[in-house]
């Protein structure tokens, strides 16, 4: 072949296009290969430990941080801490995810726009936020109308909440409202029969038999991971020991699962199997006689109206086979293991912190723990003791405040009342503005909007208060109707004190340091924003201090001043400090107050472990000192007929997955993808239908189906299953957020929308179990409307 | 090829071929370069090695504080700079750029140099106190520089299994991976 | 010989997940969002797997089992990787060696547990969540296996303290983040092979189970069945 | 002599001579659809598998199918090709390199298709630079490299003459087929070596061809999975193999027939006598379904019959009767009649309903003993995406264009055989059958 000059020109036209084509094509090609290679390279940094108090439920697990330079990147129990004993729950373990959500409040927001829309807001400053705020504060207070204020908050174990319920209290208001839904029925059927105001604790630990009437005691208790320790210890501790464990409820939920017997029952017969088991007990004799007699009141006095006879009349065995579903044989089985156990302790239907519970169900579960001579024993009822920085001296009210005082209540609440507090009577005096208007609003630790049954009239409520503050970490629903939304830092980023949570039998005092060195955003803690507001209103008297740190290390040395208890420790410790407390000797291993805030420091804090079983003084407060058995207020509940009113509608059941319990927990995606391990529900809600009722109703596994309330209706996906009895479907409580960052907001259907103004009769508690619904397969219709309210 | 093969379109025939072979051939240039593509790495100053190594006698720990204590090394911060360079030491220029940063409280972010794959546990602490492995060893005579070097240097496997071998201690592939 | 293994009581668990996202916190684990979660692609290296017990007639029951890597020392997936991707180390543990893997899931069909995942996509992670991760764990590129690694770097951590402390390494020092979480304590973990550990006597427990046994995977995860204590604990 | 041949050949050169534009047309869809399946590729490459439906249990779907899919029609050439070489059977003449080239051609899709399936394509070749011998896909590596070239050997062998023929005939394509006809001359030295050297490969290629897939069959068989782990699939596989690639030859060579008008070459008998071959295969293929279902089902094993009843009665209960009546019904009737088999059209009816039934077994293979694993978990189903589908769409184009390409350069019918089968073996047969029979002495 010869190559003419032509053939070379090819030739090289040839090569250069290829190179120039092909050397690109080349990179092209390999940096789409490797477009998945550029590693996230985590920096390295010294590592660090911070001890903290996980505030993601009213559980108070200590927290151990660990950090890495300046970024925490993982959450542990501390070790040290009797609560979360270096263990944490899925949620905690989560936690961190909230600190560094992409969704978090970074500025104050203002609204500029309509209610209830996040694209409402525009970033401002604090000091744009403070000045409005003090100005409507101090208007108020010159006025001479301070009672206008209102404060609607969560638990208060945390130093932020009791500092803003010293500033309502030092304002001159007597709207320091607590929202606090699925505890009350159980605090109030302890104050009912023993007098006391708390929440019960269970020493499950000892107990050798559980029976759980709809307590979903492994989910949703009050302190989850403090529950389950002692549940893990329950099973097995000792060789050839081990605790058994009956669910009696109409769903087969996870706590059922790991009970040794699920028997299902009709919805809403909790306490007329517990009266059943009551009948059966006492009918047999087999009831606690010493501690019936010696310790208790109401049982059997001769008079008409006793328990005794109560139970004859009202709660024969037979009734409570039909209405509760479960055969007399069962009830009378249950009822022999109860009596026979050496601790049988019963449950109340506890369903979670939003879920409100029934006083007759709590109230039933308790007079069977009497019943057995479970109280106050080991392996029983115990009766939490305060916590010595549970209060603090009361407020010196000036003339304004004290005139405030003497207003009633916005939400009609007062002393004689049973409970604690009313948010739907709230939703219509904020509505009507009577007795009288509410002019500045504030919104802690709590999402009324979401939770509330009374959602719906509470949000156009809102809408007639001039000033509404919402406190958020992460944007909750009533926050969207809020004027401002001030950015609370994370846990992990503020100084913290905690008390006992409830549920919990001995008083401890948790410090929270914060995890990481400067906050992420321009936050601050609301403690500190009460405490500035006190300064610029001339409050500092009743609010004394600087900052929250400086709060936390004045409260440390109040804490030496009461000379007991001990800093936290390991097992052998908290041994020791028990032998030396029952003998009558402390002995604290800290010689001052420095010694003391070091130590708790390095420990997490400061407990008691000595429980004083048996102190009746403490235990019985009414003015019997006895238990009472209250056959007036049974009666009151028996004399209710209750209407099983059943056209062709299924009883709606709602419960509160762990992971999503309390309304949050959905702004994260971990959290969402364990909703259910039993179906694998992963972001959605949907409702539980037994097969057969399914079958009525035309329904198939999988289908969205529209569930309907008088009022409302949502759409939800159908799991036809045998977790649930038959003529009902279970709906979980937590999705269906209007708000909560990119993760939870429009994601599900919130079930609370479905329930009405119902009240359980005589204690005038929300009844979150009496809704009835309409269940059918979703039309296209449906569906879309589902759709926009999801986006 | 004889004429009858030679068509008025050879020309273009050998610019096909031409274009295909080097079409391949610079494509697959064009991948392993990428590969081994080096972005340069600045350093806010131009870190004088040896002054500081040689000259003034300092150990490495002064800036990198953690290699005898932890598993990284660890970068100087504006802080440990400071502590000789709050005023002026010597004349050069680059370190009066230093000290204005200082005074000016710039952040001091130094780029690494040496960089393990994410994907591996290396104790700095394990090999140079435990195994008194010299720095040298890996990280070359980089304290004799003046200058900081501009080419980033990858560690691959081969050097550390080479090492590995010869001193007898594991090769297990969880040893170092993760 | 050290070799690893877990022992998980299923009387004490009640399947609360606590370790399924203390698993995915501590091992730098993707975010999967409502679309990829949708399409089964979340990933998990522990779950919980519910096995329905009762026929139609009887009442029906639940169980739920955590189920992870088992580690096991005859395992399917080690014996197929075609790259010598996924190794099983002296010590048992059962590696996946990331920027090996070439990622053609054989391994994920082979394994009878189906434990492995895969990753569908490149991680990523939303400001400023990406601050939250660990640098003691590498963060997969998208196209590769990855699976429960019994939190190896723990090991290599532990170790490196254990000898810095000149001492062996004792019970406890090395444990992953599932079993340090496990509110129910329904965890164990440490060296089978020692047979003062706890593990090695829970082994023995007349409750121990192992699952899918019968394929001879030799399993080092170690199930104790629901029920009366055998005096084990 | 020679140009009347020629002349009675010509058919056979009009496809290379002269192209019609009916065909670019044709080339300029396929290519259009191969463009599109290297977008969704691109895609892929971009974006990382999660644009396939795949998911967790189902981490293979679609194109592990297609693998096992192509690898089968790869038998389609040189194994049937080699038997009927070694047979001696003559109406061989004018398929075998219509099915040769298949092979050849296919092997590449296949190998395409796992690479298709890996999460790191970048680093397909730490398969051999960290290679674990214990892995059957490392073997499968080996003996479809083995195959791939035994039959590209096998496949260019017999073409030498034909080359050489072109060569002679097409002066301005001498610059490509002058290399390649290594200076043929036709002599006949150069016949007996050829001829030896086809013979021999012949040998070699059916071991590895039988090889090929069984070894695809042990990437499933060698896990414990239910409804994999099973000694069958050796011979299963082969049998399938066997039986998906008569019928893509036949299915080849009624197009070829048709477009070409290759009448005189591509008999009905030839049809006739492959569609035997294909009710032979249809019913080895029951035979080993039957055993393998009966012996699961029989057994009764729960985890097996998880999957068992999924294919059976379950969501994949429409596939799987439909790949019944695909690979059985549909052929049986058609091949097992005499009127329909002799037609063209009834073979190729058949053929392509064994196509799509075939496809539909290795579907059936791969997805439904992932869609349940032996310990609970519930998937979302898989559902191919658009990405897996368009590149499915693609490799079939493309292949189909390749196929089309190869017959505009080479003759797609054995010209040289053709003849020699006219000038030699017509005696060579008559002398072949009479040394069966018992000698007749003229006396």
Redesign the interface.
């Known amino acids: 072949m010869t190559i003419g000059r032509r053939e070379f020109i090819g030739l090289m036209a040839g090569a250069a296009a290829g190179t120039a084509v092909g050397f690109p094509a080349g990179r092209i090609f390999d940096s789409t290969l490797h477009s998945g290679d550029q590693f996230l390279y985590p920096p390295r940094g010294p590592e660090q430990f911070v001890l903290s108090v996980c505030r993601e439920c009213s559980g108070g697990c200590g927290v151990r941080a660990r950090r890495i330079g300046e970024r925490v990147v993982k959450l542990d129990g501390n070790p040290l801490h009797p609560i979360s004993g270096g263990r944490l729950c899925a949620k905690g373990q989560a936690a961190l995810q909230v600190l560094y959500h992409p969704d978090r409040v970074r500025v104050p927001l203002r609204r500029a726009g309509a209610r209830g829309s996040l694209a409402s807001f525009r970033p401002s400053s604090w000091d744009a936020a403070l000045n409005d705020i003090a100005a409507r504060l101090q208007s108020l207070r010159d006025e001479q109308h301070p009672e206008s204020l209102v404060l609607i908050r969560g638990d208060d174990r945390t130093l932020g909440t009791r500092i803003a319920r010293r500033f309502v209290d030092a304002f001159g208001s007597p709207n320091d409202i607590a929202f606090n839904g699925g505890g009350e029925a159980e605090a109030l059927a302890l104050l009912v029969t023993q007098g006391v105001r708390a929440t019960p604790a269970y020493d499950l630990r000892a107990a050798d038999y559980v029976l759980s009437l709809g307590s979903e005691m492994l989910e949703t208790p009050a302190a989850p991971v403090y529950t389950a320790r002692a549940y893990g210890d329950f099973r097995q501790t000792y060789p050839g020991h081990r605790g058994k464990f009956v669910h009696v409820d109409p769903r087969l939920s996870i706590t059922a699962a790991s009970a040794d017997e699920w028997i299902p029952i009709r919805p809403g017969s909790h306490a007329a199997f517990a009266f059943g088991l009551a009948t059966a007990i006492v009918g047999e004799g087999l009831y606690d006689r010493a501690f019936v007699a010696e310790r208790t009141i109401g049982f059997e006095d001769g008079a008409d109206g006793d328990l005794r006879s109560l139970i004859e009349q009202y709660f024969p065995l037979e009734k409570a086979a039909e209405q509760t579903g479960v055969s007399v044989n069962v009830i009378l089985r249950v009822a022999r293991e109860l009596a026979g156990a050496h601790n049988g302790l019963v449950l109340g239907p506890h369903k979670g912190p939003l879920i409100g519970g029934r006083l007759f169900d709590h109230l039933a579960a308790h007079i069977l723990n009497a019943l057995v001579g479970n109280i106050d024993q080991r392996g029983g009822v115990l009766i939490p003791e305060e916590s010595p920085l549970d209060s603090w001296p009361a407020v010196e009210r000036d003339s304004v405040a004290a005139s405030g005082h003497r207003r009633p209540r916005l939400d009609g609440v007062d002393a004689s009342s049973t409970i604690g507090n009313d948010l739907e009577q709230l939703a219509q005096a904020l509505a009507s503005g009577q007795p009288y208007r509410a002019e500045v609003l504030f919104v802690a630790g709590c999402d009324p909007i979401y939770a509330s049954p009374a959602r719906q009239r509470f949000a156009s409520a809102l809408e007639r208060v001039p000033l509404v503050v919402s406190f958020a970490t992460i944007p909750n629903d009533t926050s969207l109707y809020a004027d401002w939304i001030l950015p609370e830092p994370h846990y992990l980023e503020q100084w913290d004190l905690h008390t006992s949570p409830p549920s919990v039998a001995f008083p401890m005092v948790s410090v929270a340091s914060p995890a990481v060195p400067k906050p992420l955003h321009d936050t601050r803690a609301m403690g500190d924003v009460f405490l500035t507001l006190a300064r610029r209103i001339e409050l500092q008297r009743a609010l004394p201090w600087s900052d929250v740190p400086t709060l936390v290390r004045a409260e440390i040395d109040r804490l030496y001043q009461v000379r007991r208890g001990a800093i936290m420790g390991t097992d052998f410790d908290q041994a020791w400090v028990q032998m030396m407390e029952r003998a009558g000797w402390w002995s604290p291993g800290y010689a001052n107050a420095d010694e003391l805030w070091q130590r708790s420091l390095e420990a997490g804090g400061w407990w008691d472990p000595f429980y004083d079983h048996g102190d009746w003084s403490r235990v019985f407060r009414r003015k019997s000192g006895r238990f009472d058995f209250r056959p007036d207020v049974v009666r009151q509940f028996a004399a209710v007929s209750s209407s099983l009113d059943s056209s062709g509608s299924l009883a709606l059941v709602l419960f509160e997955p762990l992971s999503v319990a309390g309304g949050t927990g959905a702004e994260l995606p971990f959290l969402q993808a364990i909703l259910d391990p039993g179906f694998d529900a992963q972001w959605e809600t949907w409702g539980e239908i037994h097969p057969d009722t399914a079958a009525v109703l035309g329904i198939r596994d999988g289908s969205p189906i529209r569930v309907a309330s008088g009022h409302e209706a949502i759409v939800v996906r159908a799991r036809v299953t045998e977790r649930i009895v038959q003529g009902a479907i279970a709906i979980p409580v937590g999705l269906g957020r209007l708000a909560g960052g990119r993760w939870a907001a429009g994601v599900g259907a919130n079930p609370l929308r479905l329930l009405d103004r119902v009240r359980e009769p005589v204690s005038l508690l929300p009844d979150f179990g009496s809704a009835r619904v309409l269940v059918s397969e979703a039309n296209a219709t449906d569906r879309r409307a589902a759709g926009r309210i999801e986006r | 090829m004889t004429s009858d093969g030679r068509g008025s379109r050879l020309e273009l025939r050998l610019a096909a071929l031409a274009f295909v072979v080097v079409f391949c051939g610079a494509a697959a240039a064009g991948l392993v370069t990428m590969r081994y593509r080096r972005s340069p790495v600045e350093q806010p100053i131009a870190f004088n090695h040896r002054k500081h190594v040689i000259d003034n006698q300092l150990p490495c720990s002064t800036c990198h504080q953690f290699y005898e204590t932890e598993t990284f090394s660890g970068m100087p911060d504006a802080d440990t700079c400071a502590t000789c360079h709050q005023e002026r030491q010597g004349k050069s220029a680059e370190e009066a750029r230093l000290v204005k940063m200082l005074t000016n409280h710039q952040p001091l972010v130094w780029n690494s140099l040496f960089r393990q794959p994410p994907h591996i546990f290396y104790s700095h602490r394990r090999h140079v106190v435990k195994a008194q492995i010299k720095c040298e060893r890996c990280h070359g005579n980089i304290g004799m520089t003046t200058f900081p070097p501009r080419q980033v240097k990858r560690l691959s496997m081969s050097d550390c299994i080479a090492c590995h071998e010869r001193l007898h201690v594991a090769t297990d592939c969880t040893t170092c991976h993760r | 010989m050290t070799r690893w293994g877990m022992v998980i ?1 299923l ?8 370790c ?3 698993c ?3 091992n ?1 684990i993707p ?4 679309v ?7 990933i ?1 290296w522990i ?6 017990e ?1 026929e ?1 007639g009887t ?6 089992i955590p ?1 992870l890597c088992m580690h096991c020392e005859r395992p ?1 997936c080690v ?7 996924t ?1 099983i ?2 010590e048992g ?1 059962v ?1 996946q ?10 391994c ?3 394994c ?3 434990v492995r ?7 990523e ?15 997969r ?5 990855e699976k429960c ?1 019994f939190c ?2 723990r090991l ?2 532990a170790k ?1 303290k254990a ?2 402390e000149d001492r062996p390494l004792q019970e406890g020092d090395y444990v992953p ?1 599932c079993v ?7 965890m164990f973990f440490g060296d089978l092979d020692d047979p003062r550990s706890t593990v090695a006597r829970l082994a023995e427990s007349p409750r121990a189970i192992r ?2 046994e019968e ?1 001879g995977t030799k399993p080092k995860v170690i199930y ?1 069945s629901k ?7 | 002599m020679e140009t009347f041949e020629l002349g009675a050949d010509k058919r056979l050169f009009a496809p290379i001579e002269t192209t019609r534009p009916r065909f670019w047309v044709f080339a300029g869809i396929l290519l259009t659809i191969g463009l599109w399946g290297g977008f969704a590729w691109w895609t892929q490459l971009r974006r990382g598998l999660g644009v396939t439906g795949l998911n967790i249990p189902v981490f293979w779907g679609l194109y592990i199918t297609n693998f096992v899919f192509f690898i089968g029609i790869s038998h389609a050439g040189t194994l049937i090709s080699a038997i009927l070489r070694l047979a001696h059977a003559e109406w061989r003449r004018s398929i075998t390199r219509a099915a040769e080239v298949i092979t050849v051609l296919v092997l590449f899709f296949g190998m395409a298709c796992v690479i298709l399936d890996l999460g790191r394509p970048d680093r397909v070749l730490y398969v051999i630079r960290f290679g674990n011998f214990t892995s059957p896909l490392l073997w499968d590596v080996t003996s479809v490299a083995c195959y791939l070239t035994a039959s590209t050997i096998y496949l260019y062998l017999p073409l030498i003459p034909d080359i050489a023929i072109l060569r002679d005939r097409m002066p301005s394509r001498r610059w490509l087929y002058r290399p390649l006809a290594l200076g043929w001359s036709d002599s006949p030295r150069q016949q007996r070596i050829l001829n030896r050297a086809i013979a021999v490969m012949a040998v070699i290629v059916i071991p590895i061809a039988v090889s090929v897939h069984t070894v695809v069959s042990w990437v499933f068989a060698m896990t414990v999975q239910p409804m994999w782990h099973s000694t069958i699939f050796g011979p299963y596989f082969v049998v399938g193999a066997i039986f998906s690639g008569i019928a893509a030859i036949i299915i080849a060579m009624a197009i070829i027939r048709k477009a070409y008008h290759l009448e005189d070459y591509l008999k009905p008998i030839h049809f006739n006598n492959l569609g035997l071959l294909l009710l032979v295969m249809s019913l080895l293929w029951f035979y080993f379904t039957f055993a393998e279902f009966l012996t699961t089902y029989y057994g009764g094993e729960p985890m097996h019959m998880v999957v068992f009843l999924s294919k059976t009665e379950g969501r994949f209960a429409p596939l799987f009767w439909a790949m019944v009546v695909f690979c059985l019904v549909i052929p049986f009737a058609l091949l097992a009649n005499n009127r329909t088999r002799t037609k063209v059209w009834g073979t190729v009816v058949a053929s392509v309903a064994v196509e799509i039934g075939m496809w539909l077994e290795r579907y059936l293979i791969v997805v439904p003993s992932l869609s349940s694993p032996r310990l609970t978990m519930t998937a979302p189903s898989y559902v191919p995406s658009w990405v897996e589908w368009s590149l499915f769409a693609a490799f079939v184009s493309m292949f189909i264009l390749l196929y089309a390409v190869f017959t505009k350069f080479f003759p797609i019918i054995s010209i040289w055989e053709i003849r020699e089968g006219r000038e030699h073996s017509v005696a060579e047969v008559t002398t072949r059958v009479e040394s069966y029979l018992p000698e007749v002495t003229h006396e």
Request: glycine share 8%; net charge neutral.
């Open positions: 009581d009387d004490r668990c009640t399947a609360c997940q606590a399924v996202v203390a995915q916190v501590e730098n975010l999967a969002d409502r990829d979660c949708e399409h089964g692609r979340g998990s779950r919980l797997a519910p096995f329905r009762g139609h009442r029906p029951s639940l169980r739920l189920i399917p014996k197929v990787c075609p790259a010598t991707a190794i180390g002296e543990l590696g060696i990331y920027p090996r893997c070439i990622g053609c899931r054989y994920t069909t082979a009878p547990y189906t995942r895969f990753n569908w996509k490149r991680p992670w939303p400001e400023p969540m990406e601050q939250g991760l660990s640098p003691d764990v590498s963060v590129p998208r196209g590769v296996v690694s190896h770097h290599q951590r490196d000898r810095f983040a340090e979480t496990c509110p129910a304590e329904a699952l899918l394929l104790l029920g009366e204590s055998g005096g084990d604990v």
